[in-house]
């Protein structure tokens, strides 16, 4: 038979590369969509949680007796009714040996750690009569002082959970010295005392909450061989383990399905109680039930991120040369270690020194558990805190040895000559060009333009001043060589799965471990096979997110989706090829020797015979005539786990208008020029792009997780957690430079977490910068008007956000103004 | 229980339901239409916007009660004889989301924006969408996409 | 989030949802377009029995001219008021307010008399309907009374609204040829306001001939800057002219302090934001 050529090489465009429109867009943009909360199972209940409205209190009674007479309840539990059988929640990543580690119940029965904490569940024939039955509920609690303020908690004040004895859960020390991958800082830093500078800051990362725009839904049916959970969750197989490891289930009996999922940003990488407490319901009453959290559940209940005090010494020669740094950190855990938890600082350990050249470096991170919400992963995980401190750093080294901001830069960072780079925290930093993206970025921005302005304005006495701000940042992305992970004494591995069907049709079924949430996968790993296996690109279809479709995986977090599996596929169709490579030779009566493939197409070398891979699989699926011991299949897989991290960077500059008389502040231009290696399709790395930024920018100017004195989150809805909306923000200039990475074969780095990373002290920095002839040192994040009016009026960074909402419902009007709870903010230079 | 009949879709529908029972719910639970869908509790973030006679409201901040006799279009019925609006067009042409949640909200109150306005600037654009909370996108393609689905040469 | 359960009813005229409000009594809360109300429900911050939709009385519809007053009916929606010609030409200051107003969606269907009777302190139509001296028109039992718009707003959320009554329409005096100007300051859109205030002006070539100011959410209720007002009278229509008028806009108030700012950061911007509104509402 003739072959048909589906894609000869050089007659079609490279799928890589391409700016296709998203496969997955069509479902999403008319409606038909499987979101957790749209699933609908016969004879379904519904569960609604009773949670503490006290930070810590012991839990004196519960009484369910009214409830469980209310309207078509049909059951009301507590944590009493459960014991072992409901499980625990896990932390996965103890960072320490001795870390202290209190003990999670989902529904704790004797005593609660912070507001929100779920102690009674209602199940109902409604969602509406579970509601109103959890009215119902009557708890007693006696309250508890409860450890609020992160400095006074890690001075054990008062104890958040006072069976432990203390709120110091672990203290993590990475120094350079000791390792031996540099000197020792506190001799860098007695030099630069005499004869060099030495810049001391402190700087707030505030509490911030991922607030995805899907609130979390699990559904649980326990009416089949396998129990399934459907879950609006990042990590379908993290959660599958952690479920069969807990709650003794085998794992071959737990099915775990996350449909669509709007949404995660690190905030669905994790294992909640309401998951476990909807699994233990399902199994008990042998009924599907259902669980959606409301907003403002989701707010108090769903882990914040970010939540740290830095200490940060830097020392450098007079010229600017940058000797050593050294970091110590808190950070507020919450009331439990979440499944990643303390590891969250650690993944930013390694990124302090950045792009620079530090000869000596010390790194010290103090977790502490408070009667707060449990933090764990935010978009970026401990590197955006990292990033943050050494740009806002260097800048302030700059207004010290009196240069530009990008000079200073540049003088100490890593030339593009002289990679590969082993840091002074001990990576390999594979490939980047610093100097190529800042030249870019300042020819986007018109830096020198801005620059003229900007001395103008400042010369003039306007009213409103102009800032620039620079981050010239990397990270470490691509979670992650499992060696690294066992090293840093991380519960799981970092590779990823994948696997390759192909179909008798002619299509290819992708099967991958990365479970997407709206990043695009469908539409990017078809690329990446399509020119793989040389099939059109409709013609692939990816599969995920189903543990019983998708058996093996490690999920998605950590820019790793692509990195990581996307080179787990390239994996998995390489193997295809070399299986049905025996198939076509024996077809085409050639020597497998002979043959060469390309563009999809099996050719025996100087001849015009051939044939194209769907041909050989429809051969291999009837299998009249396979070769002699050859079976009859091309289908493969394949787990890779990779060798390095890699290291995206970038340069980012923001101008930025300050209306000095309010304090408003409207931004004027942003511009990125990010180094991600190669690029698989340019059109959602722009949109990877967009969103980081924005996320990233909200941090610095409106985003905070703000508790009154009596540990109540006030910003508990959106009428107070600020997301900022097409109205606060501008349209981006970006642009890339390109050093594929060297660590996979695509060449490919990471870029979900770039601009979020790169952005907050880009915008911080700038507002600095327009103030800075003012006196101007620091503002403390967000930078509210109020702050930089205050911090214009000479009064420090701007002062601790006042802990109480705006009253704007009328029963919130009982809500009084309260004091925040003693943090001081008058560190740092602009105290 | 009160008994309501109103237009979803096109479709003329009638059902018995508590008064409490919100648009949304009743577009969801009852009628299936669960491309709405609910993102808030403070009408703040749109994500559950459909037109009700004509205009885009939010439908967790309506009474199904209140809708009665009235003629309510959601994201599903946007599409006309398997035809996208050029709207829902514009946004996949210019990648004008991602995780897909806040979009059918969005798509709505987009088509609401250029019956108003049908040649909008990007400040127009950008506050004509300030009832709209996005996570994933930071607006700048939805931006294009109005401005797209407008007409205004945005072809990115 | 679901309500608690309550009835419903949707009476077609005032006298009807009167005898209703009598019969019900405190069990009872009217809803107009709900955009205030519905959230609170949702959220179980209160659970009346009895709702009462006014959305079906035609007649509580519509924006008419009557003479020296432009009269809008307390449930003309908040897109209808903000694109309503007459208010445009007469009442420019309540467009300049309504464009400004929470969001598209809730403006379709939030209605300008609801908006009132919420009587939010940082709502956006207190401060206007106070510098325009407006008159609220409440309809009760014993029939109609009129309650000018310095009486109208009692506390946070409180009104000379009696529990037997209903608001039916609002009575502007026009301010025909009147300069004006809504400075409303945010940190995200879709917040309500930090501080904003209204001003309407009538110029007399350069000069300000008379001056109304409204500041919204700096105290218990909207709030008139009557010293500002008075020291605008005669002042050069520049920012050099109402720089010492605006400083004193905060004479009086008593802002909250909350997440968006503290009560002297509030008193500071009322004073540069009166400023702004005054030059701006001028044509300055």
Known sequence: MTATQERPSDEVEREIGRDRRRKEDQRLITGRTRWTDNITLPGMLHLAMVRSPFAHATITSIDTSAAKQATNVVAVLTGADFGEELGVCINAWPITPDQVTPNHSPMPSDRVAFAGEIVAVVVARSAAEARDAAELVDVEYDELPAALDLKDAAADTVLAHPDLGTNKSALWVFDSGEAGTGGAVEDAISKARGDGIVIEREYRQQRLIPAFMEPRSVVVDPTGEQYVMYSATQIPHILRFALAATTGVPESKIRVIAPDVGGGFGGKLQVTPEEWIAWAVGRRLGKPVKYTETRSESLVSGHHGRDQWQKLTLAAEKDGTVTGLKVELLADLGAYVAIVGGGVPVLGAFMFNSIYKFPAYHFAVQTVLTNKTWTDAYRGAGRPEATYAIERLMDELAAEVGVDPLEVREKNWIKHEEFPFTTVAGLEYDSGNYEAATARAKEMLGYDELRAEQAARRASGDRVQLGIGTSTFTEMCGLAPSRVLGSLDYGAGGWEHASVRMLATGKVEVVTGASAHGQGHETAFSQIVADRLGVAFEDVEILHGDTQVAPKGLDTYGSRSLVVGGEALVKAADKVIEKAKPIAAHLLEASADDLEFAGGRFSVR???????????????????????????????????????????????????????????????????????????????????????????????????????????????????????????????????????????????????????????????????????????????????????WKAIQGAGSGGATEGAAMPHFESGGEMGNQEQPGTSSTEGAGA | ???????????????????????????????????????????????CTVHLNGSSVKSCNVLAVQADGGEVTTIEGLAQDGQLHPVQEAFRECHGLQCGYCTPGMIMQSVDLLNTNPNPSEQEIRVGLEGNLCRCTGYHNIVKAVQHAAGQGATS | MIPAQFDYMAPTSVEDALAALAEHGDDAKIIAGGQSLLPVLRMRLNAPEMIIDLGRIESLRGIRDDGDAIVIGAMTPHAVVGSDPLVAEHAALISKAVEHLADAQIRHRGTFGGALAHADPAGDLGAPALALGAEFVIQGSGGTRTVAADDFFVDLFETAIGDDEILTEVRVPKHTGWGAHYEKFVRVAHQWPIVAVAATVRADGGTIAEARVGLTNMGSTPLRARATEAALAGQPATEDGVRAAAEQAAEGTNPPSDLNGEADYRRHLARVLTRRAVVAAAGG
């Open chain 1, 606 to 788: 100087g001849t015009d015979q051939g044939m194209a891979i769907g041909e050989v699989a429809l051969a291999t699926f009837a299998a009249h005539n396979l070769p002699d011991g050859v079976e009859p299949s091309l289908d493969s897989e394949a787990t890779y786990d990779p060798v390095n991290f890699n290291f995206p960077h970038g340069t980012h500059l923001c101008a930025m208008e300050v209306d000095t008389e309010t304090g408003e502040l409207t931004m004027r231009k942003y511009v990125c020029c990010d180094d991600i290696g190669n690029i698989i399709n340019p059109l959602i790395v722009s949109g990877q792009v967009h969103g980081g930024l924005v996320q990233g920018i909200a941090q610095a100017l409106w985003e905070e997780a703000v508790y009154d004195d009596a540990g109540t989150l006030v910003s508990g809805s959106f009428v107070d957690y600020l997301l900022p909306t097409a109205a606060d923000t501008i349209s981006f200039e970006i642009d890339h430079t390109t050093s594929p990475s060297l660590t996979n074969t695509l060449g490919t780095k990471g870029v979900g977490e770039a601009g979020t990373i790169a952005s907050t002290p880009a915008v911080v920095n700038a507002v600095v910068d327009a103030l800075r002839p003012m006196g101007v040192t620091d503002i403390q994040m967000p930078c509210t008007p109020e702050r930089v």
């Open chain 2, 1 to 47: 229980m009160t008994r309501i009949s109103l237009t979803v879709d096109g479709a003329r529908v009638s059902d018995d339901v508590e008064p409490r029972m919100l648009l949304v719910q009743y577009l969801r639970e009852r009628l299936g239409k669960t491309g709405t869908v609910i993102g808030c509790d403070t009408s703040n973030c749109g994500a």
